[in-house]
């Protein structure tokens, strides 16, 4: 069983900046992808952001521009820093594990809040 842990999120205003980082219990394999999604009130949970492990990237289209994945192979974490919020990203953050081809992640952390105020 693997564990994810995340730290960040909280309370900013509307084109503020916050980071969002997730630390993993076993090291980051060459077969794993690295993800955030969050969920809304009354939504269903939606990808945000992959990170592969040679750093190809993926984002959501309401997220492009602003924020971006990182990952720190030696720390076994991986970090969502968000720009420019909008009162629409006003979500629960989750980060997630899965193997490349996968699909749905298998494992995912506790989920931060992050809110944005207009």
């Known amino acids: 069983q693997v564990q994810l842990v995340e730290s960040g999120g909280g309370l900013v205003q509307a084109g503020g900046s916050l980071r969002l980082s997730c630390a993993a219990s076993r090291s980051i394999l060459s077969i794993d992808v690295m993800g955030w999604y969050r969920q809304a009130p009354g939504k269903e949970r939606e990808l945000v952001a992959t990170i592969t492990s040679n750093r190809r990237t993926n984002y959501a289209d309401s997220v492009k521009g602003r924020f971006t994945i990182s990952r720190d192979n030696a720390k076994n974490t991986w970090n969502l820093q968000m720009n420019s919020l909008k009162p629409e990203d006003t979500a629960v953050y989750y980060c997630?594990?899965?193997?490349?081809?996968?699909?749905?992640?298998?494992?995912w952390g506790q989920g931060t809040q992050v809110t944005v105020s207009s």
């Open positions: 997630s594990l899965a193997t490349y081809g996968s699909g749905t992640p298998r494992y």
